[in-house]
Nanobody, 120 residues
């Protein structure tokens, strides 16, 4: 079993910044990929940013140039640096980790989510 704990959400004004953190713990052989998703009220959950096993990062068009996903300093952790935040970024943000349980098996894990609210 793997548990994900997110932190860093909160209320910020438009144009402000937040950094979300996610730490994974449990039975982890290695991390295949890590990502951040978000879900706004009345909307489907969408991919915000993903860090793949080859080290490349991909972003939703809506956050390109503003958000940065990176590995955290703590082992099996990931950051999402969010700059130039706008009200449309308001959502619950979820950490996602694809964990290599064995060399052939990859399991998906989700955090419980952290609220980000952008409002003046």
């Amino acid at each position: 079993q793997v548990q994900l704990v997110e932190s860093g959400g909160g209320l910020v004004q438009p144009g402000g910044s937040l950094r979300l953190s996610c730490a994974a713990s449990g039975s982890i052989f290695s991390i295949y990929s890590m990502a951040w998703f978000r879900q706004a009220p009345g909307s489907q959950r969408e991919l915000v940013a993903v860090l793949t096993s080859d080290g490349s990062a991909n972003y939703a068009d809506s956050v390109k140039g503003r958000f940065t996903i990176s590995r955290g300093n703590v082992k099996n952790s990931v950051y999402l640096q969010m700059n130039s935040l706008a009200p449309e970024d308001t959502a619950v943000y979820y950490c996602y980790v694809a964990v290599k349980v064995t060399t052939l098996r990859v399991d998906d894990y989700w955090g419980l989510g952290t609220q980000v609210t952008v409002s003046s």
